[in-house]
């Protein structure tokens, strides 16, 4: 379930505690230098952070950074920017997932990087993209993650605790299917939301590097093998 919060208690609490000063140095070291690598990920790994500040940092930071990424398990708070790579690579994996919905006929909704996160369950994060089958609910059904660098929490864990019934995740070149049985994460060949869809054909696309060659590629190849 989405949560909510009013933004003003929240940065008045900021303010008067040593969470301000956190912020302030924080925000300082995620700054990306414009000369810098493209590979580039800056992180930020934050303990023993109250939920409320956790949600006081989305409300202040997440509308003005749109690639930041925030990660909340259990007090441990994680902030990172994702690089251009980064970006390249999940929206490229969204257009193709997208071209093959709209080939084949499927109804996907995308819900794009949305935070997600439950106070009950002390977890919350933003997918890379995320998807639906059939009409939008309070969470998604599949997850995608693009794994550039190695983020320091267990991102599984937080979203078997929020209760996504898939991640599939992109990382070194393959894109593997985990699906949530029994409160963990079961690794499989195939989606069970979205069964029909070969992955391993799809993924062969992703490497590509022209993103509307690669979409144009991938549908003629769906024509040619009748999916």
């Known amino acids: 379930m989405l949560a909510t919060t009013n933004a003003r ?18 925000t300082v070291q995620l700054r990306v230098d414009p ?8 992180r930020v790994v934050l303990n023993a952070v109250p939920w409320e500040h956790y949600e006081g940092l989305l409300r ?12 909340y ?6 902030i990172m920017t994702t690089s251009p790579e980064h970006e390249r690579q999940k929206k490229m994996i969204a257009r193709l ?7 084949c ?34 969470l998604p059904e599949i997850a995608i993650e693009v794994v550039h660098s190695r983020s ?17 995740i992109w990382d070194d070149g393959r894109l593997t299917v985990h699906v949530l049985a029994g409160g963990a994460y079961e690794l499989r060949t195939r989606s069970d939301v979205v069964p ?25 190849a769906l024509r040619g093998t009748g999916a």
Request: proline share 5%; glycine share 10%.
């Open 196 to 220: 029909e869809l070969d992955l391993e054909q799809l993924a062969t696309f992703v490497t590509l590097g022209d993103q509307t060659a690669a979409v144009r590629a991938y549908v003629q």
């Open 105 to 138: 006929g499927v109804g996907l909704n995308g819900i794009g990087s949305a935070t997600f996160r439950s106070r009950a369950a002390e977890r919350g994060l933003e997918p890379d993209e995320c998807y639906v089958r059939g009409p939008v609910g309070d």
């Open 73 to 78: 398990r259990k007090g441990m708070l994680e």
């Open 35 to 42: 000369a810098s690598s493209p590979q580039t990920e800056p």
């Open 152 to 168: 320091a929490l267990d991102k599984l864990d937080v979203y078997a605790g929020l209760g996504i019934r898939e991640v599939w």
């Open 60 to 71: 202040l930071l997440g509308n003005e950074h749109p690639s930041l990424r925030m990660t």
């Open 9 to 26: 208690p929240v940065r008045a609490a900021l303010r008067r505690s040593r969470w301000r000063s956190t912020l302030v140095c924080m």
């Open 97 to 103: 997932i997208e071209a093959w919905a709209l080939e």
